[in-house]
């Protein structure tokens, strides 16, 4: 029968030799070598306890290594855990967590997706979680948790490096190892660094996650066993049940061979029987004699067997390696007839893939009123407990903020919509809340946008356009003004001459007539005379284009108002005095109000509105929610 094989351990340096000192004490023969060690990162394990100063239960804290709890031992020990959710990874984490006196719930599988699976993980919307990890590594956890809404606080309080320089606890030779076990994907990633691949691919490997198992097969090794999880125990199981296996298998295949040599007659001479005739003496040297004989025959039967032995496993180990190559091209030439195939089914279920999202989100969705159903009350007693007492300063910023937005749509209001979105900043800065400035950017943001819009007081040009038509009625109308007349007339003096007796009765005739007959001439053009129905009209229709202006002014319809206003100049010019001072000074201000601008482009929402209300959700109406199931 071959030698037990021995086992290579490759585990951190704080947790290999305790591991090995596990698994020879069950009797195993094993060798620890640690790749990889850890060192702390000083910076946030810092930051972690000024966290823990201002942490308010209740809070999920999760930590996912017996590392990330030996470092953050001092700091876990000085608070009560009662009141909070505790999860581990695996069961050494849990053990660990145990030994300082907190209770903590471990997930089978002992993996992430095992822990993402728990019940107190698949509601955490608006809840605290703090998540102890080390640098690098999956990001699954935290990715999923962001993603089901958590208040996610992440801490990495260790980094993992290379151990270079790192040494076994026994003295040990690559022949004589027969299977590695790893508990990580940096350990196999160190091994294959360090080591020889040809040589790794050979040996038979036991892992702690199919992930590990899928990610030594994609580097040649073929022989893998799966660990219940990374435990000392779970490891030594796995690890005793590779040992039966190959104990059988070496049982089975040595059988057939040694039998023919059992069946040999080596026990004739015993039963030979001696000549009567011979006397004692020489029947005792001969069988002495003869009993030499067979035992060299057998030492010599031994020897040619042993080497036949010998020579049969040299035959066998090359045929294994025969064996195992075209069994490792086989395996590359079905794996690349598989992807292929996988590439058609995944363009098949692309195909497909947006009913078969609705339907599992169907699913999803009932087995989340399930869930919702059976663990009704747990979730009313974690709604009750974490209320917070200043929730309803939260209420009443949301008041002022729905106020702000009904008075910047219905009524226009915009410098009372900014004073109304400033005092709910200030009632948010009370609360003193950091998981807030959010909202209180997107407030600031509204308050700017909000304020560069067109200050233009509506009421203030609605009440001036009210006071000119108030004063259309004393503005003096252009009535008929005649101009002056033109003196055409030449003064004719009589002479005292005797022979211009004709020119002079002619003279004293005309005079006599001018002063009962008057003639005068006027160049200029004369209006028309409007009478009273008239004058009236004029003045009622600038008032109704005054009107307009106004309506069109509160209603910032920009178009119709500079419209009416035009029309109301031109009202002014043609039937007004132009030269009376009142009509002038009504003129003037028509024009100054021409040229204002109305226009103002209102955003559609408030950017802190949505935000704003569905934290109020969270943190007050849900109560109400719990209640009514």
């Known amino acids: ?71 953050a031992e001092s700091l876990l020990a000085d608070r009560d855990w009662n009141q909070d959710v505790v999860l581990a990874v695996g069961q050494s984490t849990a053990k660990a967590l145990q030994d300082l006196g907190i209770d903590a719930t471990h997930p089978e599988p002992q993996t992430s997706e095992g822990l993402l699976a728990l019940p107190e993980l698949s509601q955490l919307e608006g809840k605290p979680v703090l998540l102890l990890k080390g640098e690098g590594g999956r990001q699954l956890l935290a990715e999923t948790l962001e993603q089901r809404g958590a208040e996610l606080t992440s801490f990495d309080l260790y980094r993992r490096k290379p151990n270079p320089e790192a040494e ?26 360090r080591f020889d691949a040809s040589w790794l691919a050979r040996l038979h490997w036991i892992v702690v996650s199919e992930r590990l198992a899928n990610q030594l097969q994609q580097r040649g090794v073929n022989s893998v066993t799966v660990s219940d999880n990374a435990t000392d125990d ?15 298998a070496e049982e089975h295949t040595s059988t057939p061979e040694t039998q023919p040599e059992q069946t040999q007659p080596v026990a004739e001479p015993f039963h030979r029987e001696e000549p009567t005739t011979k006397s004692s003496s020489l029947g005792g040297w001969l069988l002495g004699i ?24 040299d035959e066998k180990a090359q045929l294994l390696s025969q064996v195992e190559k075209q069994v490792t091209r086989q395996q590359q030439q079905q794996g690349r007839l598989v992807n292929q195939q996988v590439e058609q089914l995944k363009q098949r279920l692309d195909n497909q893939g947006q009913d078969w999202q609705q339907q599992a989100g169907e699913v999803e969705e009932q087995l989340e009123q ?16 974490g209320r917070r007492p200043n929730d309803w300063i939260l209420a009443e910023a949301d008041y002022l903020v729905n106020i702000a ?104 005739w005309h005079a006599f007539v001018d002063d009962f ?59 007004f005095a132009m030269q009376a001072p009142a009509v002038d000074g009504f003129l003037t201000q028509l024009i100054e109000l021409q040229q204002v601008s109305l226009e103002r482009r209102y955003p559609e929402s408030l950017k802190a509105d949505k935000p704003l209300t569905e934290l109020l959700e969270q943190r007050v109406k849900r109560v109400f929610k719990g209640l009514e199931s």
Not at 234 to 248: I, K
Not at 290 to 313: C, D, H, K, S, T
Not at 370 to 385: A, F, G, M, N, P
Not at 421 to 450: C, N
């Open 517 to 575: 007959i008057t003639v005068r001439r006027r160049t200029e053009q004369v209006k028309p005379l409007l009478d009273n129905q008239q004058q009236w009209l004029v003045r009622e229709q600038l008032r109704l284009v005054l009107l307009k202006a106004q309506q069109a002014a509160l209603q910032e319809q920009q178009a119709l108002y500079h419209q009416a206003l035009a029309d109301g100049r031109q009202l002014v010019e043609e039937n």
């Open 168 to 193: 076994p606890s026994d003295k040990w030779q690559k022949d004589q190892i027969r299977c590695i076990i790893a508990t990580s994907g940096e350990l196999i990633d160190a091994a294959f660094e």
């Open 234 to 248: 779970a490891l030594t199981g796995a690890a005793t049940a590779y040992l039966e296996s190959e104990f059988m």
């Open 405 to 508: 937005g009904r008075k910047l749509w219905l009524e226009h209001d915009v410098k009372t919509a900014v004073t109304m979105l400033a005092a709910a900043d200030q009632r948010l800065a009370q609360l003193d809340d950091a998981s807030l400035i959010p909202i209180r950017e997107k407030l600031a943001e509204d308050i700017q946008q909000l304020q560069q819009l067109n200050n233009q007081s509506l009421t203030e040009v609605a009440l001036k356009l009210g006071a000119l038509v108030k004063s259309v009625q004393d503005l003096p109308l252009d009535q008929v003004v005649l101009p002056d007349p033109v003196d055409t007339s030449v003064q004719a003096e009589v002479t005292s001459s005797i022979s211009d007796w004709r020119d002079n009765l002619a003279k004293s």
């Open 370 to 385: 399930l869930k919702s159903s059976v663990q009704t009350h747990d979730r009313y007693l974690e709604e009750v407990v």
């Open 290 to 313: 003869l009993n030499i004989v067979l035992l060299g025959a057998l030492g010599a039967a031994a020897f040619f067997g042993w080497q036949f032995w010998q020579q049969w496993q």
């Open 1 to 71: 029968m071959s030698k037990l094989p021995e086992f290579l351990l490759l585990r951190p340096e704080a947790k290999c030799q305790r591991s090995v000192e596990a698994m020879k004490s069950a009797g195993l023969n094993v060798v620890g070598l640690p790749l990889i060690t850890t060192e702390p990162a000083d910076e946030q394990l810092q930051a972690l306890s000024s966290c823990m100063n201002t942490l308010e239960s209740p809070v999920i804290l999760i930590l996912t290594s017996t590392e990330a709890v030996r470092y």
